[in-house]
């Protein structure tokens, strides 16, 4: 069964105090790695699509990167509007999946001042 | 504003009852997903469109729940007989056939069902 683990699930770092996210996967085999922020009462918002092992991308304090197992999103001298919830998700290859997107729990992130 | 927009955006309900959700995608997205979101977890996959064919069913999807996109563009998602299990973030995304991986979400609709 494809799975996706999110951690830490919570995380608080001080203004400026770099760090990263971690979203490892287990599927049978991967179409696209997505990442989304979301905010409290509010939809996730795209960020990023990561294809292939070794592939990155680079959004203002964002970066994704992707290995065949994981992906980390480094968030370098976050700010206190960086607060959020952080998603991963995997999209699988394969008839019956269509384009369903199978999310891991989020990692809660605060920064503070 | 030229996002995903739902309604309504919060819906209190007594067990029992019926309630349907609309959804309107990004003007170009021919695809259009539903997903439910509780507390603390990340959304879990309910069903998907592209134009108006319902092409994929979550077994999440049970029998009280329905979903159409009559004219390929709106879509609804009703609950019959709603349950205290029921209340959820519902949340809608679309996709464009040109970048169909990128699924961008609406702000939801909040269902407390008490």
């Known amino acids: 069964e494809d799975q996706v683990t999110q951690s830490p699930e919570a995380l608080r770092l001080q203004e400026g105090e770099s760090s990263s996210l971690n979203c490892s996967y287990t599927?049978?085999?991967?179409?696209?790695l997505f990442w989304y922020r979301q905010d409290p009462g509010k939809g996730p918002e795209f960020l990023f699509t990561?294809?292939?092992a070794g592939e990155e991308k680079e959004k203002e304090r964002l970066k994704a990167t992707l290995t065949k197992k994981e992906s980390f999103l480094h968030i370098t001298a976050p700010k206190p509007e960086d607060s959020a919830t952080y998603l991963c998700?995997?999209?699988?290859?394969?008839?019956?999946?269509?384009?369903?997107?199978?999310f891991g729990e989020g990692t809660q992130l605060t920064v503070n001042p | 504003d030229t996002g995903v927009s739902q309604d309504p955006r919060h819906k209190i309900t007594k067990r029992g009852q019926n309630v349907t959700f609309r959804c309107d995608p990004i003007?170009?997205?021919?695809?259009l997903y539903w997903y439910r979101q509780t507390l603390g977890q990340g959304p879990e996959f309910l069903t998907y469109?592209?134009?108006?064919?319902?092409?994929?069913k979550s077994r999440l999807l049970s029998d009280r729940f329905s979903a159409e996109r009559p004219k390929g563009s709106f879509s609804t998602l009703e609950i019959q007989r709603t349950e205290q299990g029921d209340s959820a973030m519902y949340l809608c995304?679309?996709?464009?056939?040109?970048?169909?991986?990128?699924?961008?979400f609406g702000p939801g609709t909040r269902l407390t069902v008490t």
């Open positions: 995304a679309s996709s464009p056939s040109t970048a169909a991986y990128e699924q961008y």
């Open positions: 599927v049978s085999g991967l179409r696209g």
């Open positions: 990561l294809y292939s």
């Open positions: 998700a995997v999209q699988i290859f394969g008839e019956t999946s269509g384009s369903r997107l199978t």
């Open positions: 003007s170009e997205h021919n695809r």
């Open positions: 469109f592209q134009n108006e064919a319902q092409l994929e």
